[in-house]
């Protein structure tokens, strides 16, 4: 039976000091049956939602990781070896078996990438789960319309500069982002197209949305939770809306408003609509299509934070969670 090398959780972790918490073990790998395929890992996604599958308890969408078992997620791959049709030797893969150098993936949970209409790293980020996220949570469940305002948090991140910027390419009549330091607001007025960026650590935040939209924000576009949602709710309009993507804010830290706070949804009658992507599965097409005219256009900038080495991804997750990451986080392995 032939092993690779695999990321493993040893013990729960503490707030953001996930990179402790994780070791690098060796890990068997199945037989190739018919529908499978031995795939060589080249990219793997580092997401947020990582980190909360690593506490133990049911709060997650997706299973929680065992210590001593090896985490996973989306990576993308070259097919080495295959027993399927739909896999070819050769092929560039995405699929969930992430967090490990080779894995064994069944084409049933795998999609062949078609590096002519994106890089492998963008098939990882605005075409893949990432941008998907963010298109989801503007259309289907934001319900963004032409000429109206946007406020997102977590700008500077993957899902979060993709959201800022979909918004734009849609129509909305105005465009701003939290983000923490000076290099990332620069980023995503200069480069992305945000018409304001808001440095979360230096400015009053509400005062700041206040003067960014007088009128009101239409749709907030929620990565964040905590204090930035509550000043948030302060600056909506009557009617607006909220897609409540993540609260990263919840990792590692004891600021948590006072659910009092909320009796602003009641007053501007805010609707908040928490979502799971895969939910939109039936859009991904015409996600791919629209997102992909936008790329070869040069409408769009994706841009990666990239760690490389396997044995660097517990630092490059909890660089993600500490916000060191400008775009979409991902670990080179090969």
């Known amino acids: ?68 078992g090896p985490l996973d997620g989306s990576a993308i791959g070259i ?60 259309l289907p469940v934001g319900a963004l319309a032409a000429g109206e305002t946007v406020f997102v948090t977590g700008a500077g991140g993957a899902v979060g ?33 945000f018409d304001e960026a808001i440095d979360y650590r230096t400015a009053d935040v509400r005062a700041s949305l206040v003067a960014a939209f007088p009128e009101g924000i239409d749709l907030f576009f929620d990565n964040v939770g905590g204090w930035q949602m509550v000043h948030a709710l302060h600056a909506m309009r009557i009617h607006g809306r909220i897609s409540m993507c993540g609260a990263v804010s919840n990792f590692g830290t004891a600021d948590q408003p006072s659910l009092a706070e909320l009796i602003e949804v009641v007053l501007r009658r805010v609707t908040i609509r928490g979502f799971i992507v895969r939910d939109f599965e039936a859009l991904r097409p015409e996600f791919e ?22 044995e660097n991804a517990g630092a490059g997750l909890e660089g993600l969670l500490n916000g060191a990451n ?9």
């Open 1 to 68: 039976m032939r092993s690779t090398t695999a990321v493993v959780l040893a013990r729960r972790p503490q707030g953001t000091k996930v990179a402790e918490a994780l070791e690098l073990g060796t890990i068997d790998l199945p037989e190739l049956t018919p529908g499978t395929a031995l795939v060589r890992n080249q990219y793997m996604s580092v997401d947020p939602s990582t980190r909360g599958r690593m506490d133990p308890g049911e709060k997650q969408y997706t299973t929680n990781f065992e210590i001593g």
């Open 79 to 138: 097919v080495e070896e295959s027993a399927s049709d739909q896999l070819p030797v050769g092929a560039t893969v995405r699929h969930r078996m992430g967090w490990r150098e080779y894995a064994v993936v069944d084409d049933s949970a795998s999609t062949v990438c078609d590096l002519g209409k994106a890089p492998a790293t963008s098939w990882l980020s605005s075409m893949g789960q990432t941008g998907f996220t963010a298109y989801a949570g503007l």
């Open 161 to 193: 500069s993709m959201a800022g910027q979909f918004a734009r390419l849609l129509g909305a009549s105005k465009v701003v982002g939290s983000a923490g330091g000076a290099e990332k607001c620069a980023w995503l007025v200069d480069e992305c197209g």
């Open 289 to 310: 299509a629209r997102v992909s005219a936008w790329l070869a256009s040069g409408e769009l900038v994706d841009r990666a934070t990239i760690v490389q080495g396997i």
């Open 326 to 334: 400008l775009g979409k986080a991902l670990i080179r392995l090969s």
